[in-house]
């Protein structure tokens, strides 16, 4: 038997539980019979999101820790106090987020959660049909944040930002909690672009992310030894207990993914919400939920016209990945004149696609000119 609902959202990670959260929590779904399906149970802390803001986001009481002071520091050792207020940079972590969004929905007659493994959406005519490993369901409006690797067209790039993060806490040595380490290269680039992301979430608890962006994975025990020797030989830590970690992997590409097809709209990385360039995603993922309920609001339809990281950011960004790949211009390099040459809040407007036409000539100029005019000028021709 098909059971029907009038919203099913596939997937309760970060973009199915924000959708699921603005619109019920907005009064804009109070007449929709709302199902929710994960295959898992959603109680780990398996990620931690960061993000820059400036204003309070719907998910502020959440933040887990914020900092004023950023910094970044060159493969050369030279440190740069990054100029990024009025932007704030801000931790929340994943099992707060589905506790959260979880206990908010739990209250609501009309939702509906269950724990199961889908296996297809399809959207014959105007409504959509879900498969899973142990049923059928029916549904005027799907959104699915299942992401699985897409088929790559030739010239397509797919970098992999991969990482694993450490949390310790420290014995003697005491860290300021209102100063993160933005991107910290003093570290080997012999397998790609590679940084530490420095966290203090008070003096003695940090949390520390090896980072790299490339197009293959490492063995476990390279992530490990590199964070052991960074934590040792650069912070100057030596006596710390690990107190958690995680292990992750974004896609950096210039996919064009698929926002819709017919009943059915993609969210979260699935439909193109994480930036191609940086892998930042939380915040684009925001920006489309809002887009999503506005739309539902006006229309009784979730569909919206403009992307909000339209053509325009693919472009840079498919440039950036290009740059990257042709290997010439180091991504260690290519970041520290970025945020050499611009303030950090001007890279963080960029990177939101808020930025105006100086902002960007600006980030544009403090980066070497032909690399980047020779494949904006392919990538151009080549999406056209
Ligand atoms: C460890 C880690 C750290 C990250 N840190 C940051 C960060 O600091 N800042 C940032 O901006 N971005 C970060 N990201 C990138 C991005 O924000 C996250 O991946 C984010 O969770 C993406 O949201 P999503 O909804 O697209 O996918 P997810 O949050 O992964 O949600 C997808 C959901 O679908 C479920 N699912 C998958 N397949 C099925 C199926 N067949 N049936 C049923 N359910 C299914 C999964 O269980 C999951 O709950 C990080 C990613 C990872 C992996």
């Given at each position: 038997?098909?059971?029907?609902?009038?919203?099913?959202?596939?997937?309760?990670?970060?973009?199915?539980?924000?959708?699921?959260?603005?619109?019920l929590?907005?009064?804009?779904?109070?007449?929709?019979?709302?199902?929710?399906?994960?295959?898992?149970?959603?109680?780990?802390?398996?990620?931690?999101?960061?993000?820059?803001?400036?204003?309070?986001?719907?998910?502020?009481?959440?933040?887990?820790?914020?900092?004023?002071?950023?910094?970044?520091?060159?493969?050369?050792?030279?440190?740069?106090?990054?100029?990024?207020?009025?932007?704030?940079?801000?931790?929340?972590?994943?099992?707060?987020?589905y506790?959260?969004?979880?206990?908010?929905?739990?209250k609501?007659?009309q939702?509906?959660?269950?724990?199961e493994?889908?296996?297809?959406?399809?959207?014959?005519?105007?409504?959509?049909?879900?498969?899973?490993?142990?049923?059928?369901?029916?549904?005027?409006?799907?959104?699915?944040?299942?992401?699985?690797?897409?088929?790559?067209?030739?010239g397509?790039?797919?970098?992999?930002q991969?990482?694993?993060?450490?949390?310790?806490?420290t014995?003697?040595?005491?860290?300021?909690?209102?100063?993160?380490?933005?991107?910290?290269?003093?570290?080997?680039?012999?397998?790609?672009?590679?940084?530490?992301?420095?966290?203090?979430?008070?003096?003695?608890?940090?949390?520390?992310e090896?980072?790299?962006?490339?197009k293959?994975?490492?063995?476990?025990?390279?992530?490990?030894?590199?964070?052991?020797?960074?934590?040792?030989?650069?912070?100057?830590?030596?006596?710390?207990?690990?107190?958690?970690?995680?292990?992750?992997?974004?896609?950096?590409?210039?996919?064009?993914?698929?926002?819709?097809?017919?009943?059915?709209?993609?969210?979260?990385?699935?439909?193109?919400?994480?930036?191609?360039?940086?892998?930042?995603?939380?915040?684009?993922?925001?920006?489309?939920i809002?887009?999503?309920?506005?739309?539902?609001?006006?229309?009784g339809?979730?569909?919206?016209?403009?992307?909000?990281?339209?053509?325009?950011?693919?472009?840079?960004?498919?440039?950036?990945?290009?740059?990257?790949?042709?290997?010439?211009?180091?991504?260690?390099?290519?970041?520290?004149?970025?945020?050499?040459?611009?303030?950090?809040?001007?890279?963080?407007?960029?990177?939101d696609?808020?930025?105006?036409?100086?902002?960007?000539?600006?980030?544009?100029?403090?980066?070497?000119?032909?690399?980047?005019l020779?494949?904006?000028?392919?990538v151009?021709?080549?999406?056209?």
């Amino acid at each position: 038997m098909t059971k029907k609902y009038d919203i099913i959202i596939c997937g309760a990670g970060l973009a199915g539980l924000s959708l699921a959260y603005s619109a019920l929590s907005s009064g804009v779904w109070t007449n929709q019979r709302v199902l929710i399906i994960d295959k898992s149970t959603k109680d780990t802390n398996d990620r931690t999101w960061s993000f820059w803001e400036k204003s309070p986001g719907i998910f502020e009481s959440l933040v887990h820790h914020k900092w004023n002071q950023l910094v970044f520091f060159t493969n050369d050792q030279q440190r740069i106090d990054l100029q990024h207020l009025p932007y704030k940079y801000k931790t929340i972590k994943g099992l707060d987020f589905y506790k959260y969004v979880r206990s908010f929905l739990q209250k609501l007659t009309q939702v509906e959660w269950i724990e199961e493994s889908v296996e297809s959406v399809e959207s014959p005519g105007d409504h959509c049909l879900v498969k899973t490993d142990k049923g059928r369901y029916e549904c005027k409006f799907a959104f699915d944040s299942r992401y699985k690797k897409p088929d790559l067209k030739y010239g397509d790039q797919y970098f992999l930002q991969h990482f694993k993060g450490v949390t310790i806490r420290t014995g003697n040595r005491k860290f300021n909690p209102d100063q993160a380490f933005l991107m910290d290269f003093r570290t080997s680039q012999k397998n790609g672009t590679t940084f530490f992301y420095t966290l203090p979430m008070s003096e003695n608890e940090v949390f520390i992310e090896y980072t790299l962006f490339s197009k293959e994975l490492l063995t476990e025990d390279i992530y490990d030894h590199e964070l052991k020797t960074y934590i040792t030989n650069v912070l100057g830590v030596s006596d710390y207990d690990l107190i958690d970690s995680e292990f992750g992997v974004i896609p950096m590409t210039d996919f064009k993914f698929k926002r819709r097809s017919g009943n059915v709209m993609n969210i979260g990385t699935a439909g193109g919400d994480t930036r191609g360039s940086t892998g930042y995603t939380f915040t684009n993922v925001q920006k489309t939920i809002t887009k999503i309920v506005q739309a539902f609001e006006r229309t009784g339809t979730p569909f919206f016209k403009n992307e909000h990281l339209g053509s325009i950011e693919k472009l840079y960004d498919s440039t950036l990945l290009n740059v990257l790949a042709e290997g010439n211009y180091e991504g260690h390099q290519l970041f520290t004149d970025l945020f050499k040459g611009t303030k950090a809040k001007t890279v963080f407007s960029f990177l939101d696609g808020e930025s105006s036409i100086i902002e960007e000539l600006k980030v544009m100029k403090s980066l070497r000119t032909w690399p980047f005019l020779k494949w904006f000028t392919k990538v151009v021709f080549r999406y056209l």
